[in-house]
Structure formats: C-alpha cells, structure tokens
C-alpha cells in the first residue's frame, strides 16, 4: 500500500488531475452509487464552512459511506501541534493522537484549517495538515488550508464544461477585489495554480505589488507554464488586463507584507475599493465569463448585475464541489490500495 495526500494539486500528475475531472464527471451524470459503500470520513473543520461541509457530508452519503462532523475545540478536545511541547496550555491532546486514532476510525480524514494571521513565516508551512498527512495511515484531504485545492478541481471542471479539455489559448484574469477584512490568499493561491497547471494565459490582477501572492506560489505556477504552455503575467492596470479576457476570476486577500499586522494595509485596500467587478469591465473582456468561489459580498467584491448575468458562472462551480469532493473522495482510496 502506498498512502496517497491530497495536500495540494500540485502533487497530481497531469494524468491524475484529468482523472479526478473525468470521475466528477461521471458523477455529476450519476448523482447516487455505492463507491464509498461501508466507509467513512472524518471531517475537521477548525474554520466555518457551508459549501465545504454540505458537499462533503452528502457527497459520503450519496455513495453509500458516512461522515463524521468534528469541530475541535467547540465539539471536539482542542488540539496541540508542536512538536516537544509541555502541553499545559488549552489544547488537551497532541494531533499525534488524534490523526492515529481517527485513522483506526474512519477511511479518510479531511481538513479545513485557515492561517492564524499572526506570522506569515509560521503560515506558509502548512503545518495543521501536514502534522494530520504526518501521523495519519489513511488518506487525509485538505478541505482549505492556505491552499483550497477542492475548489481547484470544481473551477476546472466548470471551465471544461464550457470550453471544453483544451483550455490553452483562452486568456485567465484573476483579479484582487476589495473586501472590509484582509482575507486568506488560498483561493488566489489555487486559482493561480489551476489555471497555469491547465496551460491558459493568466494575468494576476492586483492593486501594487504588495499584493502579490507568496514565492512560493509564483514561482510554482511559473513552472506550471514551463511545462503546460500558456502564459502568466503580473498587471496593475485594470482595462487592459480585462480587454480580450475569456475568463475573469474574482478574489479578495490580504497584502502579504502586512500580515498580521493589518491596519496600515487598510488605507492602501481602501484606495482601490473600484477594483469591483462590474458590467463596464466586464464588457472589455471577450465575452468573457466571470466566477467567485463563493462567499461573495455583492456590491463589494462585484455587482449585482456581474451576479445575476447569464456570464457568471458561480452557482455551477459551487455545485461541482459536490462531485469533485465525491471524485476525490473515491480516488484517494483508490490510489492508496484502501
């Protein structure tokens, strides 16, 4: 048996990431079945969630398994992360435990752990869900980190659904919306990820350079056009990032050089409150269509009338998490000889 992550998409092969898209897919075309059938899923959210839970949650029950719900530290024992740590503080056990434990339990472990926005040093590494890959013998599924490869794989397939497998030529904007609060950069982090992995031209749209998103993540998706062609490309300019655009991607976050430590960065977000997607931008692009992973404040991040327009296909990708949760879910399994 060879335990098998899903950590990040990055991990995939090209091979492997066509297959979790076929398999959703497959069940998007086929709602019930009995894939998981005895199995079981542990679900760890230690951040609130709608769509991550319910997708989930029905996804296991809808193939015949059965999700266990834990919120640690409100439901379940808090939990303690460092290594040689006198734990005499509120956690009450190590995950060390936790992860060997659950594993005797259930079939597979998810987890949605968001930054503490204290240190971004600290942050980058991941540690919550690499300590649960680290201690855990079954197959441990990371439902957002600073990382949201869920919502990768639904984004993917909704793009495929209306362009078709071969995405290359098609221009990517992923655009810096303002929002009141500094917001966690995962989702920018796999929409960047995604879209350069599937070979698009990509344009990072953000306010000034302090937005730019983690090395890390720059420099993986640099790769990601080395090796699946298209294109990235850093801009600051509204109208031509939109002009020609296929796809316009919305997403708020914090400015990395500030983290945890918000409020000289307010006055700066506050500048650029008209990076709002609306109609007027929208109508620069090439009948370009627009997404948000959801949550989205309307009139903040877009317009009502971006919104409720037949381009906007938000609703879609949101309904695809359910089976690219299902895909993942079974092939993660599958992959680990489980």
């Keep these: 048996m060879t335990l098998r992550h899903f950590i990040t998409t990055q991990d995939l092969s090209r091979a492997e990431l066509d297959e979790l898209l076929s398999e959703a897919a497959r069940f998007k075309r086929s709602k019930l079945g009995d894939d998981l059938r005895g199995q079981a899923i542990a679900l760890l959210f230690f951040n609130s969630s709608m769509r991550t839970r319910t997708s989930f949650e029905l996804g296991a029950w809808q193939l015949g398994g059965k999700a266990i719900v834990l919120a640690p530290g409100k439901d379940a024992w808090g939990i303690e992360f460092e290594s040689a740590k006198v734990m005499d503080g509120e956690p009450e056990e190590h995950v060390a435990e936790v992860a060997r434990v659950l594993s005797r339990y259930v079939d597979l472990i998810g987890v949605r752990a968001f930054p503490k926005f204290v240190d971004w040093s600290v942050d980058r590494e991941d540690r919550v869900i690499k300590a649960f890959a680290k201690h855990a013998t079954v ?110 991607y919305a997403k708020s976050w914090g400015a990395l050089p500030y983290f945890g430590n918000w409020a000289p960065e307010l006055p700066i977000r506050e500048r650029y409150r008209h990076f709002i997607v609306d109609e007027a931008k929208m109508a620069l692009t090439d009948g370009g269509l627009f997404s948000h992973c959801l949550p989205l404040r309307r009139n903040v991040k877009a317009t009502d009338g971006v919104m409720d327009a037949p381009y906007c296909f938000a609703i879609d990708e949101a309904e695809n998490r359910l089976h690219v949760q299902k895909a993942v879910m079974t092939a993660m399994l599958r992959w680990s000889g489980m």
Excluded at 175 to 202: C, E, F, Q
């Design 139 to 248: 197959p441990v599924i990371n439902m957002e980190t600073i990382t949201h490869p869920c919502q990768e794989l639904a984004h993917a397939m909704a793009l495929r659904e209306r362009f078709g497998p071969d995405l290359r030529g098609r221009k990517y904007v992923l655009t810096w919306t303002y929002h009141p609060k500094p917001l966690n950069t995962a989702v920018a982090n796999s929409a960047l990820l995604i879209a350069t992995r599937l070979g698009m031209d990509v344009t990072l749209l953000c306010p000034t350079p302090e937005y730019l998103l983690d090395p890390q993540y720059m420099d993986a998706a640099a790769a990601n056009v080395a090796e699946s062609g298209g294109s990235l490309e850093v801009s600051h300019d509204i109208e031509s990032s939109y002009r020609g655009a296929h796809v316009v």
